[in-house]
């Protein structure tokens, strides 16, 4: 199981709510008022929100809704407390009449209660659960990312484990293992978590931010429904912003939509044409532009929901509201399902996986122009898998991708996955999902520029192509701007763009709509339809079923089965059985092995079971003990005591050499390194072997240089294996609980480092489109820089939201935290420092006995 | 409708967000110094066999995250703070420089890229001091080296010198020069704007 000194209780077996205090069943609930309230972020011309009078009433649940760009969750931040500071109650004035500038450079205005009590006040009385579920798990086992909020708010140790029990019970994954890791939990899983987590510190008022946007199907049911289930409990008062608002009309009672006014008193609720966000030319203030009953709002004929970008629910949604099938100009007479006869591109007994292992195996589907392919199927099933190998960046497990001679052409090669870089661009094509893994230049027409000039096109063909293209997605105004700056919907127009740009005749998109409004939706869908008139091949990886019914693609559904061979038992209850519209024909089922639903094996501590009971603290001192002495004498004698004592030492707790050699081994090849150094510039003496330029071997060069390397080796051996395996969560909690520093330090640098495995599969994708884009053919220096820097931008972005969930949960006031792990010492701690200052003390002492002790070599 | 704003004075407390990316860039970092070791062993070794000592050069590739932090953060201790995360991390993967050894490395890396912001009261952010600051840590560097692994070296001596010379240049460039410009490049798609050094950066607002 887990380390020793972290206790806390490993299962949520106990449901006890005796006490009432940490009990989410609670009723409570609270009015939350906006006062004139207005932010403007740093680095914008306009405020987001100004001037906002709304008032929402104890137990109130209510759908906001507007335009793209009107603020909504900017207001939902401020509500939560995340924008500006307390600066402008020392002024003294009426607050509304003053701007006060923040510390993010962000200016306020107004202010925002919670049962008149200011929101910067009020910590733990407001939970908020964000859009994208991977940025608000901060730490890596999942119970703590529940516990993180009470601890925040100083709840008892006891306490906070009964409200993390009582917490993930009323989100439906009661008895989940605490400590198991969140990497393997599904979007759906991960968003309930984030729900406890905000349960957790039993909030008055609960802010939802398009908290299902991101989520497969079955995932947003499993939201809605721990959402309803809260709600009747706790009767809390409710603010949701969501595009797709079907799902969650049963809990709503009231619906506000937002609109802008200007100086001269005009209105505006709507973007125009093809912008992606609401003009905010000569903007005034933020308005509510309708406040009612669902019924009253959704009937309201003077809004246009489906411009806001709204599914409107089913219950209200007029005929011409419906997704039906669409049309494009110049639209080939050819159904999109089937294409054109000929095959472009077509797999032979395709066996698929990541690591070697196959997770499906004996694939044949042929892929036609001008037909539109969707891949669907469950999370983690592997179509993104597919569609990588599809896409020549995906070594297959066996069996083979071939492309047709014509799309080769002039190559000789017909597996994409032995062309080069250069090759595969104007061929395939891959839009990633997250568009910054896509991002190569800065500029928005550089980048719709890089397929043509990596692909031999020259640059004023090239620059007409790309201009063309940014006319054609409506994003030409902005061809100067660096393409990070876009909004969302623009980002992933703009990689849509730079994929077509190099021409290719497979162009494969990634959840091409996923987390998308209406209005962008269906923009996006248009834009796909439209490129069957190039006779370009599609293949669209989604979850999406009205983006199936638009598409009027085929579908190819992987489905999970135990055994491949049952798979035609499975097909009544598939997602493709959803998916399909009626008139539509057969999907093609692809069985894949089932995904694994683990338990996570916890990995010990260290390979010793002594070593992994000793505090991880008093691990890291004793490294250093058994470490650091070795380097006041430069000695063979001292160096190779200490080394065999510390072979003994580890052979004892439960070591063997070989295990030792291969949990070091870098060193092993480090130490001769410095060692043929010193050899051969080493500090002289004795007779001279060889000269030569500025080598020069000598007696005493060749003795420092047999020292040195003995003591990389009798330095390093303890430094590491004393330290390896020490779980970062324990280390943190010693720091804190043990040396004292700073909780706000600790644990922000406890939660940079869970992005560590996060920011590995960034680099991956980033190299994967790389070589998508026609880059992956520099040397690795060339590519290496370029690469790093995305990395780096990938990284800031990523900080920057964990901060915020970091602080949604009431983390970095200088309030007293509780601590709801315990970091323990233990008479055997004490006894292990002991032991390690043992090991070097000895080998100094035996040196000066032997007479080789020689201070730091001289 | 505001008649005034209250503007706020820059403070040198570390806000939350500053936090988490200085302990982000620290992360990334040591993934980049994981990846640089990989592709440098070969570098490495014949830059040693053309003159010795001159493969210092490419130390500063271990040396960026302290002087990137600090700039993008402007905080005392970013960059001290930034390298203990990236230090703490590789010791606990188990890496090259042999666990805990890293831990020390870092710190003295990263207090002596602070030293530069340090001299000029946290008031300084330039490339002058971002270059120094990358130097310094160059120097850091070097004086570890000579203190545990090459002490049977002269330090005056001429592989000690190139050492010395190179290190630092290497520190100047890649982790003072380059760290400028890249801080720069990603002031511009954006990410920095809740940063006073993000908002210096101009671009095109909308």
């Known amino acids: ?858 | 409708m505001s008649a005034s704003i209250v503007e706020a004075k820059p403070i040198l407390k570390w806000r939350v967000v500053d936090i988490a990316v200085a302990s982000v860039i620290g992360v990334a970092s040591s993934l980049i110094y994981w990846f640089v070791s990989f592709i440098s062993t070969v570098p490495w070794s014949l830059l040693e066999s053309v003159v010795p000592g001159f493969a210092g050069i490419i130390n500063g590739l271990w040396l960026f995250a302290g002087p990137l932090a600090a700039i993008i953060v402007r905080k005392p201790g970013a960059a001290l703070y930034a390298e203990i995360v990236a230090g703490v991390l590789e010791a606990l993967i188990g890496n090259m420089w042999g666990g805990v050894e890293t831990f020390l490395m870092a710190l003295v890396q990263g207090l002596f890229a602070e030293i530069a912001f340090m001299i000029f009261a946290y008031k300084k952010w330039n490339l002058g001091v971002t270059v120094l600051s990358g130097a310094l840590s160059g120097l850091g560097c070097w004086g570890y080296s000579f203190f545990t692994h090459l002490q049977a070296i002269d330090l005056t001596g001429s592989y000690g010198i190139v050492y010395l010379i190179t290190t630092v240049i290497s520190g100047a460039l890649i982790a003072g020069l380059a760290m400028w410009y890249l801080y720069i490049g990603i002031a511009k798609t954006g990410a920095l704007d809740q940063f006073a050094s993000g908002r210096q950066v101009k671009r095109v607002k909308r």
């Open chain 1, 1 to 858: 199981m887990k380390s020793a000194h972290a206790q806390h209780p490993v299962h949520s077996e106990d449901h006890g709510d005796q006490e009432g205090d940490h009990s989410v069943h609670k009723e409570r609930n609270a009015t939350l008022r906006f006062e004139h309230w207005g932010y403007r972020h740093a680095s914008r011309n306009h405020f987001a929100v100004r001037g906002l009078n709304l008032t929402i009433r104890p137990g109130e649940h209510v759908l906001l809704l507007g335009a793209s760009g009107i603020g909504k969750s900017t207001i939902l931040e401020g509500a939560a407390g995340l924008l500006g500071d307390m600066a402008g109650e020392q002024a003294g004035t009426p607050q509304h009449q003053v701007a006060v500038e923040d510390a993010d450079g962000g200016i306020t205005e107004g202010r925002i209660t919670v049962d008149d009590v200011d929101v910067h006040q009020a910590r733990g009385r407001i939970g908020l659960v964000l859009q994208d579920p991977d940025a608000q798990a901060i730490f890596q086992r999942l119970g703590d990312n529940v516990v993180f909020g009470p601890e925040n708010l100083d709840v008892p140790r006891d306490i906070a484990w009964q409200r993390v029990n009582a917490a993930l019970d009323a989100v439906g994954m009661a008895g989940v293992q605490l400590d198991r890791s969140v990497m393997h939990l599904s979007g759906g899983q991960m968003q309930r978590l984030a729900l406890a987590g905000a349960l957790a510190m039993q909030p008055d008022v609960l802010l939802l931010d398009e908290p299902t946007a991101n989520l497969d199907p079955d995932g947003v049911v499993q939201v809605v429904r721990a959402v309803h289930d809260v709600l009747d409990q706790t009767k809390a008062t409710m603010v949701l912003v969501e595009h797709r608002a079907d799902r969650w009309i049963d809990m709503i009672d009231r619906v506000v939509v937002l609109g802008l006014e200007t100086d001269n008193d005009v209105r505006k609720i709507n973007q125009n044409g093809f912008d992606d966000e609401i003009n905010r030319d000569r903007f005034r203030n933020t308005v509510i532009v309708a406040d009612g009953t669902p019924e009253q709002v959704f009937t309201d004929r003077n809004i246009d929901f489906n411009e806001l970008g709204i599914w409107v629910p089913q219950r209200f949604r007029a005929p011409e509201d419906e997704i039906q099938r669409i049309h494009t100009a110049d639209e080939p007479d050819y159904p999109a399902e089937t294409g054109l006869p000929q095959t472009v591109l077509q797999t032979k007994e395709l066996g698929i996986g990541r690591n070697g292992t196959a997770i499906a195996e004996h694939i044949s589907i042929d892929f036609h122009p001008g037909q539109i392919t969707a891949l669907v199927g469950a999370n983690g099933a592997g179509k993104s898998t597919l569609s990588l190998t599809l896409a020549g960046l995906l070594q297959p497990v066996n069996g083979e991708v071939v492309a047709s001679d014509e799309l080769a052409a002039p190559l000789t090669k017909v597996w994409p996955i032995d062309w080069t870089s250069r090759q595969l661009a104007s061929r395939i094509s891959y839009v990633f999902q997250n568009p910054e893994h896509q991002f190569a230049c800065s500029s928005v027409i550089d980048e719709v520029m890089l397929g043509p000039l990596r692909t031999g096109v020259e640059e004023a063909k090239a620059r007409e192509r790309g201009m063309d293209l940014l006319r054609r997605f409506h994003l030409n105004q902005y061809a100067h701007m660096n393409p990070y700056t876009l909004s969302g919907g623009e980002k992933r127009r703009l990689t849509v763009a730079a994929a077509l740009a190099s021409m290719p005749r497979v162009l494969i998109l990634d959840e091409p709509t996923f987390g998308q409004d209406r209005r962008t939706w269906m923009q996006i869908v248009h834009l796909i339809h439209d490129l069957r008139s190039d006779g370009v091949s599609i293949i669209v990886v989604t979850h999406d079923r009205e983006l199936v019914t638009a598409l009027g693609a085929r579908v190819i559904e992987l489905v999970p089965t135990e055994h491949p061979r049952d798979f035609a038992d499975n097909t009544a209850e598939t997602v493709a059985a959803q998916l399909l519209a009626p008139d539509a024909g057969e999907a093609t089922l692809v069985p894949v092995s089932r995904v694994n639903e683990r338990e996570d094996v916890i990995k010990p501590a260290s390979r010793s079971r002594y070593l992994a009971s000793i505090n991880p603290v008093y691990r890291l001192f004793g490294a250093f003990l058994a470490s650091l002495p070795l380097l006041l004498s430069l000695d063979w004698v001292s160096a190779a005591v200490a080394l065999g004592l510390e072979f003994i030492v580890l052979m004892a707790i439960g070591f063997t050499p070989w295990r030792i050699v291969r949990s070091t081994w870098p060193i092993f090849i480090g130490a001769p390194g410095s060692a043929l150094a010193v050899l051969l510039y080493g500090k002289a003496g004795g007779d001279t072997w060889w000269q030569w330029g500025w080598i020069n071997i000598t007696d005493r060069s060749a003795e420092l240089a047999l020292a040195t390397g003995l003591r990389i080796l009798a330095i390093g051996i303890p430094a590491i294996i004393a330290v390896l395996g020490i779980d970062a969560t324990d280390l943190a909690d010693g720091f804190s609980q043990i040396l004292h520093l700073p909780d706000r330090f600790v644990y922000g640098g406890l939660a940079g480092m869970r992005l560590f495995s996060v920011l590995q599969d960034d680099w991956a994708a980033l190299t994967a489109s790389r070589r998508s884009r026609g880059l992956g053919d520099d040397n690795a220096v060339a590519s290496f820089f370029p690469q790093a820097f995305a990395l780096l931008v990938l990284s800031i972005r990523r900080s920057t939201t964990l901060a915020v969930a970091m602080q949604a949960r009431g983390f970095g006031s200088d309030a007293p935290r509780s601590h709801a792990r315990v970091s323990t010492v233990h008479a055997r701690d004490w006894v292990f420092l002991v032991i390690c200052l043992l090991m070097p003390v000895i080998a100094l002492v035996s040196a000066g006995f032997a007479g080789t002790f020689s201070f730091m070599g001289n």
